[in-house]
C-alpha cells in the first residue's frame, strides 16, 4: 500500500524567505502523480502544485517549486519570498496513475509565516 | 478552474437526527466524487468514492448503513449521516473529478461542518 509522510509537523519562515516543507512517500508503482494541497484556515482545500512521475523536470507554479526524486522517493515543496497569505496547512499527496482515483494524503505540515 | 460547491456549509442537529450534506460540480460533469472526513488538525480521511449512477465505494472502517452516499446525477452527490451523534461530529469535504482526463483534476468543495449535540 501506497504512504505519504511529512515529518514536519509545524514550520515557521520570516516573510520573504524562503521555505521547503519535506515529504517522503512509498509506493511499488512507476507511475503515479504528486501534489501539494494547501488548506487555509477557510479549510477549503486548494492545489498547489502537481507533479507527474515519469517527468524529470521538477514542476514550478511561480513562488512555489519541487523537488522531485524519484529514486528516493522525495517530494519537497519550496516556497520562495513567502507571504503571510501563505500561511495554511500544507498537505503533500500521492494518486496512482493506473488504479482508481484515490487521493492519499499525508498528515500535513503547519507552515506559519513571521512577519 | 471548477467549481466544487457544498451545502450546508455548516450545520448543527440533535443527536439521532439524520442529516443530508450536498456536493455539486457547478460547471462540470464529475463521474466520480469523493468523500472526505477531517478531525481538528488532522488530515483527510477517505470516506467513499462515488460513481454516478452505481453503488458508492466505502473505505474500510467506514459504516455503510451510517454513511449513505448517492450519486444520482452528474453533477450531484449527496452524503447523509444516519442517526447522528457527537462522534460524527466533523468537517466533512467532497471532491469531484473531471473526467477523461489523465493528471489529476479533483476540485475540492469548501466543507460541511457537523456539529452533533
Known amino acids: 500500500a501506497q504512504t505519504v509522510t511529512q515529518s514536519q509537523p509545524e514550520m515557521s519562515v520570516q516573510e520573504a524567505e524562503t521555505v521547503t516543507l519535506s515529504c517522503t512517500y512509498d509506493t511499488s508503482e512507476s507511475d503515479y502523480y504528486l501534489f501539494w494541497y494547501k488548506q487555509p484556515p477557510s479549510r477549503q482545500m486548494i492545489l498547489v502544485i502537481r507533479q507527474e512521475a515519469y517527468k524529470q523536470q521538477n514542476a514550478t507554479e511561480n513562488r512555489f517549486s519541487v523537488n522531485f526524486q524519484k529514486a528516493a522517493k522525495s517530494f519537497s515543496l519550496k516556497i520562495s519570498d513567502s507571504q503571510l497569505g501563505d500561511a495554511a496547512m500544507y498537505f503533500c499527496?500521492?494518486?496512482?496513475?493506473?488504479?482508481?482515483?484515490?487521493?492519499?494524503f499525508g498528515k500535513g505540515t503547519r507552515l506559519h509565516i513571521l512577519p | 478552474g471548477a467549481v466544487v460547491s457544498q451545502h450546508p456549509s455548516w450545520v448543527i442537529c440533535k443527536s439521532g437526527t439524520s442529516v443530508k450534506i450536498e456536493c455539486r460540480s457547478l460547471d462540470f460533469q464529475a463521474t466520480t466524487m469523493f468523500w472526505y472526513r477531517q478531525f481538528p488538525k488532522q488530515s483527510l480521511m477517505l470516506m467513499a468514492t462515488?460513481?454516478?449512477?452505481?453503488?458508492?465505494?466505502?473505505e474500510q472502517g467506514v459504516e455503510k448503513d451510517k454513511f449513505l452516499i448517492n450519486h444520482a446525477s452528474l453533477t450531484l452527490s449527496t452524503l447523509t449521516v444516519t442517526s447522528a451523534h457527537p462522534e460524527d461530529s466533523s468537517f466533512y469535504i467532497c471532491?469531484?473529478?473531471?473526467?477523461?482526463?489523465?493528471?489529476?483534476?479533483?476540485?475540492f468543495g469548501p466543507g460541511t461542518r457537523l456539529t452533533v449535540l
Open positions: 462515488s460513481n454516478e449512477g452505481s453503488k458508492a465505494t466505502y
Open positions: 499527496a500521492y494518486r496512482s496513475a493506473y488504479r482508481d482515483d484515490k487521493i492519499i
Open positions: 471532491s469531484a473529478r473531471v473526467p477523461f482526463s489523465r493528471a489529476d483534476t479533483q476540485y
